[in-house]
DNA sequence: CTGAAAGCGCTTACAG
DNA sequence: CTGAAAGCGCTTACAG
């Protein structure tokens, strides 16, 4: 199995020197030497190991991109751009998902470092902590990393970041200028993520002399609709209800419409993310945009520049709008 | 920079072998020596590099999984539940688009050969494909592969598939059962995948003596609805449509709502796949249930046993079943 | 219990 | 234009 160039070389009668310099196309090889190898490279269908060339070019070829959870929609976009971009310049991405805890995260930034990647994407405000920090500055310490949606203050990190206190805060606004007066907000799990949220949320109902009302719900539309129904009985006097994330805000409207709720006459509802889901809800959700294609292509590109010249380092942030449908 | 053993034997004052014999952990160490090397490697976050240590034991420790687009929430299911279950195990899962052409995904399959992956996955019926298989026979002829809902007739490829004929021509049965004489069939793209669905509604509908009527739509829920609409103005007698995707039918639901349709009374309808799609529409939809978490686990357990014995194959068939909700 | 040497599959000066 | 040799960072017989 496995030919190696060795075998190559003995079949075309030349050095594996030559046969090397065939397959890197490398100038000053006779032209029929070249045909010769190159022809027999073909018919056997001869694939170089990168594995063995990356040792000798001290290079990988290999891009890491952490996820905490690959199915979740929100975050493979980014993921999918990053490796379909560097696929075309050789590059294999090891998209791995990094797992719940912060010892996972930070275990995954040694596996990288042992896989000898060229540039990490940390995709997910879930990776901000110590520890990973830490792990960055004990095995990756010159490795280009982007860190979309979270930031460290280290030499050789990037970061892409949406303003979502910004973003939230817009949106209570909004609702006030529509004249609502009784605006909560549901959370999901706690990230450094949703903590910017409710950051927004909290400020904008303080600078309005708005009462915050803030519940948490599970992560499933399921148990924010359970979420839902409980604060409207604590707090019938709800006229807006803001969603850390569009799924919740789906499951809301569902049970809001089951208990005979008029959206958005009786009930405003805006969530987060833009996500497929707030245009195949029915109603269309009005949504906090936080304009993932937009952080994912500036990752993407942070990277590249990276790749090119690893002291490169960017710190982009982006503001989120309001993306006005039938639910406001 | 990139410590080697060498760093870590001139500083613990022992020669390479015995560095190396401590990182695997290999037997018959004088116990203060293997502590004081031991040490030495904390210290220095020294991570060896699985590039070196695989070219001369001759494995790369890492999977190929090949998917046609990442994004494709069906298709992540089954790369995810590979990727955690090996990662336990030491190795990493290059995730990769496979594109949406036979030439790039047979060229997806010697990226993989030159990256020495000890395994792969195909994920989706779309690489059935006669380029596919020949970059197999060329490429990967004797590494164990295992193909997601495909088969191909090599002695290194296992399968498992749906038996999306007869689940598609039980969800045609089910209908004529309850009344519905009038059924349209939905499809999205042409994939093997997607002719079997057809083919088993072909096939009940010439059993029940009814007529095929068949029609194709966009893959996007917008155009699904119009596909839909355009569908019920040729054919006003139908009482029944079932579509190939969930997402379509989540559109087509739609559309038919707003044409003050009433679902099931006027009309029935049934998705495929039981996606995250199918609980979160409104109203909730009937589905043929492809079985994706099982068709997933069984790659992953076939591809467990692969690794152990690189000649072990498997050819496993899932039977869908109907799952019914507030559509039918 | 430990080390020197060979080798995994490549690439790249260096020499001719 | 081409080849012999050294080396990338490891591991593993082999010898002691």
Redesign the pocket.
């Known amino acids: 199995m496995?030919?190696?160039?060795?075998d190559i070389?003995k079949e075309a009668?030349?050095?594996?020197?030559?046969?090397?310099?065939v397959?890197?196309a490398?100038?000053?090889?006779?032209?029929?030497?070249?045909e010769r190898v190159e022809k027999i490279l073909r018919d056997s269908n001869?694939?170089?190991?990168e594995?063995?060339?990356g040792?000798?070019?001290?290079t990988s070829r290999m891009l890491g991109i952490l996820v905490s959870d690959i199915r979740n929609q929100h975050h493979i976009e980014g993921a999918y751009m990053i490796e379909q971009h560097f696929m075309k310049k050789g590059y294999c991405s090891l998209i791995l998902n990094a797992g719940d805890t912060d010892e996972s995260r930070a275990e995954y930034i040694r596996i990288l470092s042992s896989r000898r990647v060229e540039a990490a994407v940390l995709i997910g405000s879930v990776f901000q902590s110590e520890k990973v920090r830490k792990a960055i500055i004990d095995y990756m310490p010159t490795t280009p990393i982007v860190f979309q949606n979270g930031e460290f203050d280290l030499s050789n990190v990037s970061s892409v970041v949406a303003d979502e206190t910004e973003g939230t805060a817009e949106a209570v606004r909004y609702l006030y200028n529509q004249g609502r007066r009784n605006i909560a907000y549901i959370n999901s799990n706690d990230t450094p993520s949703n903590r910017k949220k409710i950051a927004g949320y909290d400020k904008a109902c303080a600078e309005l002399g708005l009462e915050s009302i803030l519940s948490v719900s599970g992560d499933s539309a399921e148990e924010s609709a359970d979420t839902t129904e409980h604060l409207l009985s604590e707090h019938p006097e709800l006229d807006a209800i803001i969603y850390a994330v569009d799924l919740l805000c789906v499951g809301g409207a569902r049970r809001l419409l089951d208990l005979g709720k008029s959206i958005p006459k009786d009930i405003a509802l805006i969530g987060t993310d833009n996500s497929p889901f707030s245009i195949l809800a029915n109603p269309r959700l009005s949504t906090i945009d936080t304009k993932l294609f937009e952080l994912s292509s500036a990752c993407s590109d942070i990277l590249e520049k990276a790749i090119e010249n690893p002291s490169y380092t960017e710190h982009v942030v982006i503001r989120p709008s309001l993306v006005l449908r039938e639910t406001t």
């Open positions: 496995g030919l190696t160039i060795y070389a009668g030349v050095s594996a020197s030559t046969v090397s310099r397959i890197n490398r100038p000053g090889i006779k032209k029929s030497t070249r001869f694939s170089v190991s594995a063995a060339r040792l000798v070019n001290q």
